[in-house]
């Protein structure tokens, strides 16, 4: 990142720099959570020069969708949002792994609980980002003892903020226990998924995945892996409900997310989870969805935006001729 330039984000229908952008403590959606969001990573290739947002469309076309669960307007189409990300990493310098953070939200000072008859403004900051959670080790897991939000609660298909007060007791409540990460039932009883994160359990060669309608957030990653894992890996994939035990007699568990990228179990519930540590399918899948992410496989080089216009090929010469 060139030191120089500051942090810019899109605030209130301008560029400006990050430090600027405030919203007012009366504001709706800071009051009641009735804003929606989003989590995309950008990644940067050395060897290409170039930084690669991934799949930024599937994440704004899913904004939409959250935004109109909300009853909210977004103005500017997917491609739209995606230049204006582009533009925003582009000019604040940036040439490392980074996060790309939009928000749709209830703007209006007002008090008063309700999502219709207020206005909408919407945000987009960037930022240099690393690793969400440590994926070079597998992790302990606990059942969390708080249910995930129901479809006719709080939607968990549309990203919305009130809603992360579910996985912030989840997350802490395992974290607190000496976990890592918390794994939600639904009110079924029905594996549902991370605080943050999908989860993909494999048993006698065969990959299964909660189904959508688990109260899951429709993770992208998710869609990504399980394309990686028919198409690449030749594992089948099935969607569907998966019960709380079946977890602790799994072959290999792990959970993905754009924060997470891939991340195995080793234990859950202090089981372990088949021969525990990392097991072969998540380390296959880990290294083959870095290649993918940072544009290295060309069959995927559709999911993968390139921000700058030119390569930065300088930067490595200049650190040779200084070193
Ligand atoms: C609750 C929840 N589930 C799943 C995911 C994974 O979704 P994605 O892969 O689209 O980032 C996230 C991350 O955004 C999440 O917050």
């Known amino acids: 990142m060139d030191k120089e330039l500051p942090l810019l984000c899109y605030f209130q229908g301008k560029v400006m720099p990050l430090s600027e952008a405030k919203i007012g403590i009366l504001t709706h959606a800071f009051s009641y959570g009735t ?38 307007k977004l103005g500017p189409s997917p491609d739209d949002l995606v230049e204006m990300a582009r533009d925003l990493l582009k000019e604040s310098g940036i040439y ?16 008063g609980v309700r999502l219709h008859n207020l206005h909408d403004d919407f945000y987009i900051t960037v930022q240099p980002f690393g690793n969400y ?9 606990g059942v969390s003892s708080w249910k995930r939000i129901d479809d006719n609660m709080i939607p968990a298909r549309a990203k919305v903020t009130g809603a992360y007060v579910n996985s912030a007791f989840a997350k802490t409540e395992a974290q ?20 943050a ?5 494999l048993r006698g060669g065969v990959a299964h995945t909660p189904p959508v309608t688990d109260n899951i957030l429709e993770g992208i990653t998710r869609t990504t892996i399980i394309t990686l894992l028919r198409d690449e890996l030749r594992i089948p994939v099935v969607e569907r409900p998966i019960d ?11 959970l993905c997310g754009t924060g997470a990228q891939i991340a195995p179990v080793g234990t859950v519930d202090h089981r372990t989870i088949g021969k525990g540590g990392v097991g072969d399918v998540g380390r296959a899948l880990q290294s083959l969805y870095f290649e993918v992410v940072r544009g290295n496989v060309a069959k995927y080089s559709r999911w993968c935006s ?3 216009s030119e390569a930065r090929r300088a930067a490595a010469s200049q650190v040779a001729v200084a070193s």
Request: charged share 25%; glycine share 6%.
């Open 35 to 72: 804003g929606c969001f989003e989590g995309i990573r950008a990644y940067y290739n050395e060897e290409h020069g170039q930084l690669y947002m991934f799949r930024a469309r599937e994440h704004f076309e899913r904004l939409h969708d959250s935004a109109r669960v909300l009853l909210m």
């Open 96 to 111: 490392t792994d980074a996060y790309i953070r939009p928000m749709v939200y209830k703007s209006d000072e007002v008090i």
């Open 133 to 141: 959670i440590d994926i070079d080790r597998a992790l302990n897991v």
């Open 176 to 195: 607190l226990n000496g976990f890592d990460e918390a794994i939600m039932l639904d009110a079924n009883g029905h594996i549902s998924e991370g605080s």
């Open 197 to 201: 994160e999908n989860l993909f359990m």
């Open 244 to 254: 709380r035990t079946e977890v602790y007699v799994a072959d290999e568990l792990f």
């Open 306 to 308: 390139p921000v700058h």
